[in-house]
């Protein structure tokens, strides 16, 4: 899959494991994880795959949140997407929205 990144604040910690940003800062191995779980969104041929790893707890939101993908980063964190399929050849697009914390 193609992974883009909707804020710059998260393709810096993905790509420099931490960020400029003030207010979006996490602890060492939420990053870690969270660069361990884009690595897995990229190596995936197709979204159908997210299902089978038991550990990401792939899910498609509803209510208010509705077209929205989600995947653990761990207990307390996710990741949130979108999903994307463009034909010929088909590529599927993962927009990463936001690595949020599950329960606030």
């Known amino acids: 899959m193609i992974v883009t990144f909707e804020q710059a604040y998260l393709k810096e910690l993905y790509d420099e494991g931490k960020t400029t940003d003030k207010k979006h800062r996490f602890q060492p191995d939420v990053v870690k994880r969270y660069q361990q779980r884009i690595k897995t969104l990229e190596s995936a041929p197709r979204i159908e795959i997210l299902y089978q790893i ?8 509803s209510g208010d949140k509705a077209g929205i993908s989600s995947i653990r980063v761990n207990d307390k964190y996710r990741i949130e997407f979108t999903v994307s399929l463009l034909d010929n050849p088909v590529v599927t697009i993962c927009n990463i929205l936001e690595l949020s914390n599950h329960y606030k």
């Open 54 to 61: 038991k550990s990401l707890n792939y899910e498609v939101l």
